[in-house]
C-alpha cells in the first residue's frame, strides 16, 4: 500500500518521471479534456452569461458528446446552483441540460466536494426512476476533491472517500471509470505520466461548441470511444501541484483540418508550476485504462535495500580513508538514485532516500565509531610518549600519515638554554635521591614557562634545558615569547629559592641565554634512532650565551637578534660587546629585565644609566665608568652581585693596569 511520500521522497520521485519517460502500459489517448478557458468566457457566444446560466451550452455539449458515442463523461464542476430558481424562469430554464443529463445518466457523473453538492434539480435528472430506492443512480455523484503529500504534490489518488458524516463516496476517476466499463481503480494510484500532464488531449469549450453546428463529424472523430472530462483550466481557479512539475512545458497540439477549427490546447499557463485539477483526474484515468499502473517496492525489499546500503556505508567508513568513502558514498547515492528511473520502466517505484540515507548514516556512524577508537589510540599513544617527546611532535607523530625519515627545514627560530646554578655544590651536600627529586622540581618549573608560551622543549642536559620557539608548531612571534618564558622562568626558581632558604633546604638558582635566527629544524640521529631538535649557528651561539649572565650577574641574557626583535616591548640593557669561544667577531649581549609594560620607572630608566657609564668604558675612561656604575646606575631588582657592579669593577682593574690595544670588548676563554 502506497502511503504519502515525504519531501525528499516526493523529490526524487518527480525527478524520476522528469528524466525517464519509459512506462509500462500502452501509449493510447483514451481520455479527453474539454477546458472551460479564457477564450471561452470571453467568446460572442458566451461572453454575455454568467456561469450559472451556461446551462444551454452545457445541454449542447452533453447531447453532442453522447452522439459522439463518448464512453464516459465527467463534470469537474459542482452545479451547486440551478438556474431555474431564478424568477421569471418558471423553472424551464435548465430544463434542456436536466434532459440531457437524464438521457445521458448510465454515462455522466457530476462532481461533488466535501462543502457542495450538486442541486437537487441536477441530482434528480441521473436518478433512475426503475430502481425504485429512492437514490440517485450509483456512481452518478463523485467526489472531487484531491489529496496531495505532505509536500504538497497531487500524486496519490484513492477510488474511495469517506466524508465527515461518514457517507463512503466514490472518487470522479473511479467513478468514470465504472460508467466507462474499465478496469477497477487500484486501492491506491500514484500517477506516473509519461509527459506533463497538460498533454492530455484538451480543447477549448467554445471551439467544441462551435464544431457541433459546422461539423459533427469531427466531434465523433475526436471524441467517440474516450472519457471526457469537462472543467477549468483558468489560471486562478482549482490549480494543484503535480508530479510533472519537472517536465517541459506541454505544447499545443495541431489544429484539426475540417469543417471546424478544434485545436489541441497546450499549457494552460505557461509560467506557473501548476496544473488544472480537472487534468490530475483525467490522468488517473487514462494510467488505468492504458495499463500505466506503478507499484511502491515492498516494505521486505525496502527494508532489505536499506539494510545493504547501511551495510556497505558502514564497510565505507571503517575501510577507507575520508575522501574515498565520500566517493564510495556518492557511488552508492548515485546508484540509488539511478534505480528509481530505470524501475518506473518495470512498473516499480523504488523510494531511493531510505537506502541513500542509511548508507550516509552508516558511514558517518562508522566514522564516529573510527574517531572514538583512533582518538582513544591517539591518546594513549600522547600519553606515552609526551613525557619523552614534546607535546607538538607528538602530534605530528599520530596526525601524519608521511614515514619519518632523516633531515630538516631551515626556520626563523628562538633558542634558549636554561642551568640551574649550584647543581656541583648541592650534589656534596645531599644524597642521589634528594638531588633528583630537587633537580626534577625545578627542571618542572623551567619546562612550564617554555610550554606555556608556546615553546617545545628540546632536551634536558644535565641540570641545563634547551628550548625552541618557532618549532616544530610555527611561531611568527617566536622571539617575544622565549623573552616570555625567560622571565617566567627566572621568577619561578627565584621564588622556589627564597621559599627553600626560609626553610633552609637546598635550591638552585638559574643561568638563561637566548638567540634568534636561522636553524635548521627536524630528524636529526641515525636510521634507527632519531632526535627532534635545532642546529646551527644560532644554536651555538645561545649556547655560549647561557654562560654569560654569570660573568656580569645577572638572570637572562640575550643576543643582538632577540634584542632586536623584542625592544619595542621588554626592557633591555646592552651589557658589553663580548667575544665567545668559538666566534671571532664580538658581538652586543644584553640583559633582559623586564617586559615594558607595567615596568617601575626605575626600570626603564636603569638601561639610560648604565649606558652612560658602558660609553665611558668603551672611550677608556674607566675612573669615570667605574664611579658612574658605583653611583648613579642601582640595579633596579638584584641585591649583591649585580652588572653595575661586575662592570665596576672590572674598570677598576683596568684603571689600575690599562690595556695598550683597548678596544672595549670582553673575551671569554671558556664556553
Known amino acids: ?121 441536477f441530482v434528480g435528472a441521473v436518478f433512475d426512476p426503475t430502481t425504485g430506492t429512492g437514490k440517485e443512480e450509483p456512481g452518478a455523484i463523485a467526489f472531487a476533491e484531491l489529496s496531495p503529500d505532505s509536500d504538497g504534490v497531487f500524486r496519490r489518488l484513492t477510488p474511495q472517500v469517506e466524508t465527515a458524516d461518514g457517507e463512503k463516496l466514490a472518487t470522479l476517476a473511479a467513478a468514470l471509470l465504472d460508467r466507462a466499463k474499465g478496469p477497477a481503480m487500484p486501492s491506491q494510484l500514484l500517477l506516473a505520466p509519461r509527459a506533463p500532464l497538460e498533454s492530455i488531449p484538451a480543447y477549448r469549450l467554445i471551439d467544441v461548441l462551435r464544431c457541433l453546428d459546422r461539423d459533427s463529424a469531427m466531434i465523433r472523430q475526436t471524441f467517440a470511444g474516450k472519457v471526457v472530462l469537462i472543467g477549468t483550466n483558468l489560471p486562478e481557479e482549482d490549480r494543484k501541484i503535480s508530479p510533472d512539475r519537472f517536465m517541459p512545458t506541454a ?20 509560467g506557473s508550476h501548476t496544473t488544472p485539477g480537472v487534468f490530475v483526474h483525467a490522468a488517473a484515468i487514462n494510467a488505468v485504462l492504458t495499463g500505466n499502473l506503478i507499484n511502491p517496492t515492498p516494505p521486505a525489499g525496502r527494508a532489505m535495500v536499506a539494510a545493504t546500503a547501511a551495510v556497505g556505508g558502514a564497510l565505507l567508513g571503517f575501510s577507507l580513508p575520508p ?98 646554578s649550584g647543581f656541583t655544590a648541592l650534589s656534596g651536600k645531599v644524597g642521589p635521591a634528594e638531588l633528583m627529586r630537587v633537580t626534577n622540581y625545578y627542571l618542572g618549573i623551567i619546562v612550564e614557562a617554555v610550554e606555556a608560551t608556546g615553546g617545545y622543549v628540546d632536551k634536558f642536559i644535565g641540570d641545563a634545558v634547551m628550548g625552541i620557539w618557532g618549532a616544530p608548531a610555527p611561531n611568527p612571534d617566536h622571539a617575544a615569547a622565549a623573552a616570555r618564558a625567560a622571565l617566567a622562568a627566572v621568577a619561578g626558581v627565584m621564588r622556589a629559592k627564597a621559599e627553600a632558604d626560609a626553610r633552609r633546604e637546598a635550591g638552585y638558582a638559574v643561568k638563561i641565554g637566548l638567540n634568534s635566527g636561522r636553524a635548521v629544524v627536524g630528524n636529526v ?147
Request: glycine share 8%.
Open 525 to 671: 640521529g641515525a636510521e634507527k634512532r632519531y632526535n627532534y631538535t635545532a642546529v646551527g649557528e644560532t644554536v651555538n651561539i645561545a649556547s655560549r650565551l647561557e654562560s654569560v649572565p654569570g660573568d656580569y650577574g645577572c638572570r637572562i641574557v640575550v643576543g643582538p637578534a632577540t634584542a632586536a626583535r623584542i625592544a619595542d616591548r621588554f626592557v633591555l640593557n646592552e651589557l658589553d660587546w663580548v667575544k665567545v669561544k668559538g666566534k671571532d667577531e664580538p658581538m652586543a649581549v644584553y640583559e633582559l629585565v623586564a617586559q615594558k609594560d607595567g615596568a617601575a620607572p626605575e626600570m626603564l630608566d636603569y638601561p639610560k644609566q648604565y649606558h652612560a657609564a658602558l660609553e665611558r668604558y668603551r672611550a677608556g675612561r674607566f675612573a669615570e665608568a667605574e664611579e658612574h656604575w658605583r653611583v648613579r646606575v642601582p640595579h633596579p631588582y638584584l641585591v649583591g652581585p649585580s652588572p653595575p657592579l661586575v662592570m665596576a669593577e672590572r674598570a677598576a682593574a683596568l684603571r689600575a693596569d690599562p690595556p695598550a690595544d683597548w678596544d672595549g670588548v670582553y673575551v671569554k676563554t671558556t664556553k
Open 251 to 270: 505544447a499545443p497540439g495541431q489544429a484539426y483540418a475540417g469543417g471546424c477549427q478544434l485545436d489541441r490546447l497546450g499549457a494552460s499557463d505557461p
Open 323 to 420: 575522501l574515498l568513502a565520500i566517493l564510495g558514498l556518492g557511488a552508492v547515492l548515485m546508484l540509488c538514485l539511478a534505480a528509481a528511473p530505470l524501475l518506473l520502466g518495470l512498473g516499480l517505484w523504488f523510494p531511493a532516500v531510505l537506502p541513500a540515507g542509511a548508507a550516509a548514516a552508516a558511514v558517518v556512524v562508522a566514522y564516529v565509531a573510527r574517531f572514538l577508537v583512533e582518538e582513544r589510540r591517539r591518546r594513549r599513544v600522547q600519553n606515552a610518549f609526551g613525557h619523552y617527546l614534546a607535546p607538538a611532535v607528538v602530534d605530528q607523530l599520530v596526525d601524519s600519515e608521511t614515514p619519518l625519515h632523516l633531515g630538516g627545514e631551515e626556520r626563523e627560530v628562538t633558542i634558549m638554554f636554561a642551568d640551574l
Open 1 to 121: 500500500m502506497v502511503s504519502g511520500m515525504g519531501p525528499l521522497d516526493g523529490l526524487v520521485y518527480d525527478l524520476s518521471l522528469g528524466v525517464s519517460h519509459s512506462r509500462p502500459g500502452s501509449g493510447d489517448e483514451p481520455v479527453a479534456v474539454i477546458a472551460l478557458d479564457r477564450e471561452s468566457l470571453d467568446s460572442d457566444e458566451l461572453a454575455t452569461m454568467p456561469r450559472v446560466f451556461l446551462s444551454p451550452a452545457w445541454a449542447k455539449l452533453l447531447n453532442g458528446l453522447i452522439e459522439a458515442d463518448a464512453r464516459a463523461i465527467g463534470f469537474d464542476i459542482i452545479f451547486s446552483y440551478s438556474a431555474n430558481r431564478f424568477p421569471g424562469f418558471a423553472g424551464q430554464y435548465d430544463r434542456d441540460f436536466l434532459g440531457a443529463l437524464a438521457r445521458a445518466r448510465d454515462r455522466v457523473v457530476l462532481a461533488r466536494s466535501a462543502a457542495s453538492y450538486p442541486a437537487a434539480s
